[in-house]
């Protein structure tokens, strides 16, 4: 099992990672693999799934052509500017050419200390790395751009954490692991034509359109622009809370990565949080598109030298870009909110506008579970109203508002094709990564298997389209584990 890697980051950006090697696994076992991912990759899963196959997804043996590095990042935490983070428990082993003819970082997440690794141990626990592949495989089945894992294997290892827990590693694909980050360490080393090559590489690699531009840095800071308004967009409209949507975990792809203390909303409310550190609800779900802007705005401040030599003129072309994430995002989440409404192109935005606007408050003030009123409300347009009456309390609001709605002739089946039966529920992945951790894979490979096709209901994944029993009321998802 050898696929072919090579090391076009490793090459091209020297200053930008260490020559590092992981850490050997004492005694690996392979827990999960994505078959699936790995035959869209031109991998045999067999060959994947053997001897060989686990020393490369655990970083034993590099395949040919292969120099995995621990690449260095800068980021704001919290806000707070660190200026030296970089993979402090991760390597970027290669690129994979995938058969469209795009290259797939080929990364290593739990593989042991590195130069970055500060205060932290460089391991990972099986549970979080599961969560990573779940909620990988779920936000690919939604349509939402996303890292996705090839596999987690577990290491043999224990990892002391509050209480030992044993020990993963996961091999994560993604489309680069560029993140906002990455320029805020050029940036901030004053090096602009480390900054110039960084714009270049990740205008080929992930915005070819903005090659053509008059100035390729503002070609580029509009694409980011774009890609990320669109991808938020995605996360408010099923509910996802990233919880550390740190700059140096905001891809320059537009892809979601990281998947730390992130969970899905149940009952809609704006100021959701489920991260035990986020105190003051920074990362809140409302707030994700005012900090995806804000992280723009971090990763627009990098650029400014190559905007325009007159630093006022180059901070007006910046701004003039950002502006465009504001009505970006607009436009994808009443797309996708008119979507899930059921409502066709003849709706009249002067309608459909107000119809969005005032469900949002009702869903809030009665606590209502934001995945199953959607799919249930497909229902409501076939004739029967109770599935989502039931969910609320306020029933003159809910009715008054069906009323306005059922005017204006959704059609249900485009409903059920875009609001999902199956998410990764709070209290079905807890379930699912205890078992595993106990060495019972069975929960986990159900959840996988509802989250993996999301939009058709099914009998034998009937428990994990249910809220849980008590709302997840209190539920704290955890950093770094
Ligand atoms: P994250 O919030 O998971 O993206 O991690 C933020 C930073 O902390 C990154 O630089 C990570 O590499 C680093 N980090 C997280 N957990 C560990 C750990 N157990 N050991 C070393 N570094 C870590
Ligand atoms: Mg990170």
């Not at 400014?304 to 007159?310: A, I, N, R, S």
């Not at 959704?410 to 039966?421: E, F, K, Q, R």
Request: hydrophobic share 45%.
């Amino acid at each position: 099992m050898s696929p072919t890697l090579s090391a076009e980051f490793a090459t091209a950006f020297p200053e930008l990672g260490v020559p590092w090697q992981a850490e050997r696994a004492p005694d690996p076992r392979l827990l999960i693999l994505n078959e699936a991912l790995a035959t869209e990759l031109g991998l045999d899963p067999a060959r994947l799934g053997g001897p060989d196959g686990v020393a490369l997804l655990t970083g034993a043996t590099p395949p040919a052509g292969a120099r995995p590095v621990a690449q260095v990042y800068s980021g704001h935490q919290f806000g707070s500017y660190a200026p030296r983070l970089g993979d402090g428990r991760a390597l970027l082993l290669g690129e994979l050419r995938h058969p469209d003819g795009s290259l797939r970082d080929l990364h290593l997440k739990g593989s042991g200390r590195t130069p970055f690794s500060r205060g932290g141990d460089g391991l990972a626990a099986v549970g979080p790395m599961l969560r990573e592949y779940v909620i990988g495989e779920a936000m690919h089945a939604l349509g939402i751009p996303t890292t996705r894992a090839l596999g987690v294997v577990a290491t043999g290892r224990a990892v002391q954490r509050e209480s030992p827990l044993p020990g993963a590693v996961l091999a994560r694909v993604a489309r680069s692991h560029l993140r906002v980050g990455t320029f805020q360490y050029a940036a901030v080393n004053g090096d602009r034509d480390l900054l110039q090559r960084l714009v270049d590489h990740a205008i080929a690699r992930h915005h070819p359109q903005a090659a053509g531009a008059a100035t390729p840095a503002l070609g580029l800071l509009e694409a980011v622009t774009e890609a990320q308004a669109d991808l938020v967009a995605g996360w408010m409209l099923v509910g996802f809370v990233h919880g550390v949507m740190n700059t140096d975990n905001m891809t320059i792809s537009g892809e979601s990565i990281d998947y730390g203390p992130c969970a899905f909303m149940d009952a809609f409310d704006p100021a959701t949080v489920f991260s035990s550190i986020d105190h003051a609800g920074r990362y809140a779900y409302g707030n994700q598109p005012p900090i995806a802007e804000w992280n723009l705005s971090r990763f627009a401040e990098t650029l400014l030298p190559l905007l325009d030599d007159d630093q006022d003129k180059a901070v007006e072309i910046a701004v003039e870009a950002l502006s465009r994430f504001r009505t970006r995002y607009a436009t994808g989440w009443v797309r996708g909110m008119r979507a899930k409404l059921g409502l066709s192109a003849q709706v009249p935005q002067e309608q459909a506008h107000p119809l969005i606007d005032d469900l949002l408050p009702l869903l809030a003030a009665n606590s209502v579970d934001f995945t199953s009123f959607f799919r249930r409300l497909a229902a409501a347009a076939r004739g029967d109203a109770e599935p989502v009456r039931g969910m609320v309390l306020d029933l003159a609001g809910i009715d008054a508002w069906l009323d306005r709605w059922r005017a204006l002739q959704p059609d249900p089946d485009a409903m059920d094709a875009v609001n999902p039966v199956y998410i990764p529920r709070n209290h079905r992945v807890e379930e699912a990564l205890d078992a595993a951790t106990d060495g019972d894979l069975g929960p986990l490979e159900r959840l996988v298997a509802a989250v993996r096709s999301p939009y058709v209901e099914r009998a034998e994944h009937a428990a994990y389209a249910d809220p849980a029993p008590d709302g997840n009321v209190g539920y704290r998802t955890f950093c770094g584990t």
